[in-house]
């Protein structure tokens, strides 16, 4: 009994590391551009590209991803395979001198980020955990924002103190080491070395249900994934101002240091409302969890856009408005999950996730166009409370839908 349950705190421990080294430490990557552009001798957007083409990639490659898995290739050797190409790709990028050969290799890091991104990391927390999964997976995804936290001021003394391409080697080598394990610790599912979900005996039959339904919806044209694609792109647009929040402060009289401070408490907001999140879901649902979570980001934003002058009144907003990082990776991972069981998990989530970095996308530089033509980030904030109103909206013509065709199908 005391070496089955070892086994699933291994397999919990190394997704958490998996998610901490493939999605944590790449969320520091921005320390990289103006020491790279240096040594390449072009303008840090030259720079910038090759991980916009990066993401892309990883959005464009989740689905081909989700029918390797469905076809049934071993796990390891497409968490593997995924490991060497992003870490691969990454020691070309350190070894190149030219800004477009770095772009090419950009195509194999974003397909190998794929393999290793949230949709892989709540599936294995889905099929392994059935008591406590959404707690399980919170924390899983509060690695992410730990390693970006912890890393980025590491990563900057040492490009101070050991040089870009020094520091970059070391940043490769340990994202492999903190992949590596996932890839000989977590099968894909438990069943496949004699072992059930923890907790399956434990949950009543509604929730045995709520996970396990397969769903007919899963057509690309039917109401519940119109509605439910229509969130992604407005709930991407809602993270989408976090990069822009330093630039926000400056523009409303505060210093440089209070917008380096402000997007420090958007990013404890990341941290802890992803484990929150995971709590409030196995309490209370999904629905109510992402409604609260929504409600929280739109209040931070409409104190941002209303009250100025206060300090600790801007960091409390910023706080709040972190929570968005919790919807747009537990939140619609969980919801996706809800609507169409953990057997069309992988399929509908890998769509999913190809819009959210499609959105990303635009949405990012559109902000920043934005700000360009009025001066102000008040028509970017206001998109977001609209934004957040609008969330809010669909996420309860989602509920309905999802309500009558539960009854239509008893």
Known sequence: MKESRLRYVIVAAAVCLMACGSMGLANAYGVFYRPMAEDLGVGQGAVTLHMSISRLVTGLASPVVASLLRRRLPFRVILGAGLALMTGSGLMIWLSHNVYLIDAFALLHGIGVATCSTMIVTMLIGNW????????????????????????????????????????????????????????????K???????????????????????????????????????????????????????????????????SAGALLLSASMMGNMSSKFLLGVII?????????????????????VMLTVHGSAAVLLAAGFLYGFSYSLGSLGLSSLTRQLYGDSNYSDAYSVISMLMYLASGATVPLIGLIYDMTGSYTVSL?????????????????????????????
Not at 142 to 163: D, E, K, N
Not at 208 to 231: C, N
Not at 383 to 410: E, F, K, P, T
């Open 129 to 188: 955990f059935v008591k406590s999964r959404g707690t399980l997976s919170g924390l899983a995804l509060s690695f992410s924002g730990i390693g970006s936290a912890v890393s980025s001021p590491i990563l900057t003394r040492c490009i101070a103190s050991f040089g870009f391409r020094n520091t970059y080697l070391g940043f490769v080598i340990a994202i492999f080491l903190m992949v590596l394990p996932a890839v000989f610790l977590c099968p894909l």
């Open 282 to 302: 196995d309490k209370v649902g999904v629905f109510k969890g992402y409604a609260l979570m929504l409600a929280s980001c739109l209040a931070g934003l409409v």
């Open 190 to 256: 438990p069943e496949q070395v004699g072992m059930k979900p923890y907790g399956a005996e434990e949950v009543t039959h509604d929730v045995r249900k709520a996970y396990g339904r397969p769903d007919p919806e899963l057509q690309k044209g039917s109401w519940m994934f119109i509605l439910l694609s229509l969130l992604v792109v407005l709930t991407v647009a809602l993270t989408s101002i976090n990069s822009h929040l330093p630039s926000y402060a400056q523009s409303v009289g505060f210093t440089a």
């Open 382 to 410: 206001l998109g977001g409370i609209a934004s957040a109103v609008l969330g809010l909206l669909l996420l309860m013509g989602i509920y309905r839908a999802m309500v009558r065709r539960d009854q239509s199908a008893a």
